[in-house]
């Protein structure tokens, strides 16, 4: 019963100390996640609140399907000249205008 005894006291003599330090070690971790998310969360909500309302819409072009993949099959030069110099949704207007003009 005593050589027992001795043996799980030197037990948990040795492995004692380590389990605060890994206690800490996830404590550390884990807080530093939360962190990064309470961070990430107040960036994105400060970016919401930029005061424009167009700042949470997503864009969609103005035609989409069938009648823009036929459309880019015929202008796809002049779509990326205009892409070049104005954007996207620049770009995206024009050849919602070339549709809606039948060309």
């Known amino acids: 019963m005593n ?15 380590t389990a605060p330090a890994m206690a800490q070690d996830w ?5 530093e996640t939360q962190r990064e998310e309470n961070l990430r969360r107040h960036q994105q909500e400060q970016a ?3 005061g424009s309302p ?3 819409k997503r864009y969609s072009p103005p ?5 823009r993949h036929a459309a880019m ?5 002049e779509y990326g000249r205009i ?3 104005g ?17």
């Open 87 to 103: 954007g996207y949704r620049a770009a995206d207007q024009w050849l919602a205008d070339q549709v809606a003009a039948g060309r």
């Open 54 to 56: 167009d700042a949470r």
């Open 27 to 31: 404590l550390g971790v884990h807080l």
């Open 48 to 50: 919401g609140a930029s």
């Open 3 to 17: 050589k027992k005894f001795c043996s799980s006291v030197a037990i948990i003599i040795a492995f004692g100390p």
């Open 73 to 77: 099959r015929r202008h796809h030069r």
């Open 83 to 85: 892409m070049k110099e």
């Open 63 to 67: 035609i989409s399907g069938k009648a």
